[in-house]
């Protein structure tokens, strides 16, 4: 199976001048946990994810004034949409992280997350365990 078949094609783009509030409404409110940075004027496509959201707030950092930005993750590893969800797995492990945004000649085009992958490999794995008793 490849990552186009798994993706999520909900994909929430704010800017890099969005509050962690507004960012953490968004993302609630689309039921994902991933937003797309786009900074056209700065560091191009960068993610956001809940777990940086979290984080900031941890720290004590005010959701309602700061920027999104300063959370961002910039040097983003990106999945093509022919890649398999092996090697999505795989960049996912090797990185430490939960999401993967798709991109399609330079644009996303989705996000796939570890709950995608699972979503799609668990009724294989389970046809499998009953194919075999």
């Not at 929430?12 to 994902?32: D, E, F, N, Y």
């Not at 960049?91 to 570890?114: K, N, Q, T, Y």
């Amino acid at each position: 199976m490849l990552v186009r078949d798994a993706m999520s094609t909900v994909v929430l783009t704010i800017g890099p001048t969005h509050t962690l509030r507004q960012a953490a409404a968004l993302m609630s409110a689309r039921r994902v946990g991933a937003a797309v940075v786009l900074d056209p004027d700065g560091t191009g496509i960068g993610i956001l994810t809940e777990r940086d959201v979290l984080n900031a707030v941890g720290l004590g950092q005010n959701p309602d004034t700061e920027p999104t930005h300063a959370h961002t993750t910039t040097d983003v590893v990106f999945a093509a949409p022919s890649w398999t969800l092996e090697e999505a797995a795989r960049a996912m492990a090797h990185g430490g992280f939960r999401h993967l945004i798709v991109l399609d000649r330079g644009e996303p085009i989705g996000i796939v997350s570890v709950r995608d992958i699972i979503r799609c490999w668990a009724p294989v794995r389970q046809q499998q365990m009953t194919l075999s008793h």
